[in-house]
């Protein structure tokens, strides 16, 4: 995609002394006015490529996949992670019966949403002393010469009845959090030896298989461990699962130390994957989600906003929001302790699967974050907002909390911008920011903000360019600044 000419311009506003602190950016009259919306996409005719949605769990049938269909295919994310489900699927030795997952891939790919498939967990068939029926987080490398042959038959014949279908294998979940690494304590060696058995054996049927890890959190020692001990010659991604409240805290920097690891392994081949991570709608008080407000739909599908933006500015290949629908009972982890769960569909479970506000944000980030859209580079900056002299700490001045990420679309700069707060605060909408930004000449020649939480397009009415006294609303998740040709194929406009 090709960038207007960078010239440096700056496009600055002066101190305001008119900031003000609102409810919502529709209170706002003074800078911005309406002029259109975004218009959100489904997944068929969706063009996001790096998005998708956790569809795990249904190995443990946590939710009726048939309910869930249609409503999360109204939010055009593209991808959905997968858990394949030995104990399910394998219920007598020897005989596979793939008809349940078979039904999950081809629903999903009709609506336009490409499964990818984590491989996974133990089967009571070969393994003695589970902490759970279905044998969540046993791994078949302690139970036997037969337990382990009777898993490589399995993952291989589960790579031929979806060839055509299913081409990314991530080979076990979280394999460095002890719920899911049982009976021993989780060794990175172990998992590389896991990985190079699982690998070996979806390649004799699909030789050009992706193969992948996952890690809870982004842990660096362990995740170093795992390269070091030669996965590098086995994988083509590896994924994290980063749960922060905060999502951007020291974020880019572990992002950056977990892309060095792989260049000093010499597997700079291996794409970084956000593969899970979500914000739960409810929160209950004993969850081991610690959390002193119990959420609700609005923080849910801001975190949503949020964690898409900082994924897809690092560069990371794919960005998967946990998950589709909220657990029911038959959830379960290994060990013996089961952890009280929080509820993190972007769908509520039964009696009514209704979608919660995240799917309807999702068909507009999806829209905006499409394969039009790539990181770039700018300068913008928002502030001061302390006017200087005045004896308080700045530690609260959005000019240094703003968090800012670029990007380009359709050859425009399109600037992600917003306070990085803790969601649980529920901050309001801080108005007439003074803002800075230096970027191509004529790059913006019409400004518009766009609101990807209420799909709402505003014009800066305000003298923003020629050193006027424009500023900018800012908000708790990210706004859009950008021109109005940049989002013409995805607007409509109201003149």
Not at 152 to 168: P, S, T
Not at 320 to 332: A, Q, R
């Amino acid at each position: 995609m090709k960038i207007h000419k960078l010239t440096a311009i700056a496009l600055a506003a002066a101190l305001s002394a008119n900031a003000q602190i609102c409810e919502t950016l529709t209170e706002r009259t003074t800078n911005l006015k309406e002029i259109g919306r975004i218009k959100g996409v489904n997944s068929e005719e969706s063009r996001a490529n790096r998005l998708g949605v956790g569809f795990e769990c249904l190995d443990r049938k946590v939710f009726d996949p048939e309910k869930v269909y249609d409503k999360i295919a109204k939010s055009g994310l593209k991808f959905a992670r997968c858990q394949t489900g030995w104990a399910r699927t394998e219920t007598q030795k020897g005989k596979y019966d793939f008809a349940w997952l078979d039904s999950v891939v081809d629903n999903l790919r009709a609506r336009g949403i490409q499964p990818w498939f984590n491989v996974g967990y133990g089967n009571p068939l070969y393994m003695d002393n589970l902490t759970n029926p279905t044998g969540v987080g046993h791994v078949p490398l302690y139970y036997g010469e037969e337990c382990l042959q009777a898993w490589k038959n399995y993952v291989r014949a589960l790579a031929r009845n979806f060839k055509g279908r299913v081409d990314q294998f991530e080979i076990w979940n979280e394999s460095n959090h002890l719920s899911f690494w049982q009976p021993e304590k989780p060794d990175a060696k172990e998992y590389a030896k896991l990985l190079k058995i699982s690998a070996d054996e979806i390649r004799k049927e699909i030789p050009a298989a992706k193969i992948g890890a996952a890690m809870a959190g982004s842990p660096p020692a362990y995740f170093r461990d795992l390269f070091a001990a030669g996965a590098g010659e086995i994988l083509d991604f590896v994924s994290i699962h980063p749960y922060d409240n905060v999502p951007e805290i020291a974020y880019d920097q572990r992002v950056r130390g977990a892309l060095s690891i792989l260049r000093e392994f010499g597997a700079g081949h291996v794409k970084l994957r956000q593969g899970e991570a979500g914000f739960p709608f409810r929160i209950p008080a004993d969850c081991w989600k610690k959390s002193w407000h119990p959420s609700d739909e609005d923080i849910q599908a801001k975190w949503m906003l949020r964690r898409f933006v900082i994924d897809l500015h690092n560069g990371l290949d794919m960005s998967s929001i946990f998950m589709v629908c909220d657990f029911n009972p038959n959830y379960k982890v290994g060990g013996k302790k089961q952890p009280v769960e929080a509820q993190w569909g972007l769908i509520e479970n039964a009696p009514n699967y209704r979608p919660r506000k995240a799917v309807e944000v999702a068909s507009r980030i999806c829209a905006l974050l499409d394969d039009k859209t790539e990181p770039a580079e700018c300068a913008f900056r928002l502030g001061p907002q302390i006017p200087e002299g005045v004896r308080v700490s700045r530690l609260a001045d959005v000019a240094l909390n703003a968090a800012t990420k670029c990007f380009a679309r359709n050859g425009y700069p399109m600037v992600a911008y917003y306070m990085p707060e803790d969601l649980q605060f529920k901050s309001r909408v801080i108005e007439n920011v003074p803002a800075t930004f230096v970027w191509g000449k004529a790059a913006i020649e019409n400004p518009v903000i766009v609101d990807p939480f209420d799909g709402k397009i505003y014009a800066v009415t305000s003298k923003f360019y020629g050193g006027g006294a424009g500023a900018l609303p800012v908000a708790d998740y990210p706004l859009m600044l950008t021109d109005r040709a940049a989002i013409a194929d995805i607007a409509e406009f109201l003149e």
